[in-house]
């Protein structure tokens, strides 16, 4: 009877190991950040002849985005309500940027006012906002990374990293839609770069 217990063991072994290495594969694959996985786009941005950054779009959800982006880009009026459908739609999203010279954070501060004013934002917490970002970012060098990551649900959370590492959050869902706009939404500045992050292109 024993010997009957120890072959029928031996028998399903290799399926319990093949189960136990695919739990942990999947486990794996789970706890790993959106930005570790493979971007929906990239594209560099270039000013004259500097080479300014790289960035990176990921979304968790991709299955019918170009429909829902067709839609938004109808009437892409309303910038804030346009990225949030689209973080909605994703579910998880991340936006990297990973810079290619020195940036000083006055800077990028005031590069980010610029270009929600060429959007049309116009928003209550605009000036909190950007006041908030400076004790967020840091000044930036040559192959530093910001990572801005956004999760969806009852109310978006959403955190910036600095090299993979957490600096901070504004808790604010019209500001996360707001950043992301710069890049995002059909009205913004760099429609070519827009174009490359979606997979558009």
């Known amino acids: 009877m024993l010997v ?3 072959l029928s ?3 399903l072994l290799p399926l319990i190991i093949l189960t136990f290495l695919s739990f942990n594969l999947e486990a794996s ?3 790993k950040q959106i930005w570790q ?4 786009g990239s594209a560099r941005l270039t000013y ?5 950054y790289d960035s990176s779009f990921y979304c968790q959800q991709t299955d019918n985005l170009q429909s829902l982006l067709a839609r938004t880009g109808q009437d ?3 910038v804030i309500n346009e990225i949030n459908k689209l973080v909605a739609h994703c579910g998880q999203i991340a936006l990297k940027i990973h810079y290619l010279r020195d940036i000083d954070k006055d800077d990028l501060i005031k590069e980010t006012k610029k270009q929600w004013q060429h959007l049309g934002i116009k928003h209550s917490d605009l000036a909190r906002w950007l006041k908030t970002l400076g004790t967020i970012w840091p000044n ?23 090299n993979e590492k957490s600096i901070g959050q504004i808790n604010s869902d019209d500001f996360a839609f707001a950043f992301l706009a710069i890049w995002l939404s059909h009205a913004t ?3 070519e770069l827009r174009q490359k992050l979606l997979g558009l292109d």
């Open 189 to 191: 500045s760099e429609p």
């Open 76 to 78: 892409s009026s309303d």
């Open 29 to 31: 694959v789970q706890n």
């Open 9 to 11: 063991f031996k028998s």
């Open 4 to 6: 009957g217990h120890i």
């Open 48 to 52: 004259l002849w500097w080479k300014v």
């Open 140 to 162: 930036l060098k040559k192959g530093d990374e910001l990572i801005f990551s956004v999760h969806s649900g009852s109310k978006t959370s959403q955190t910036f990293f600095y």
């Open 37 to 40: 996985q493979q971007p929906l």
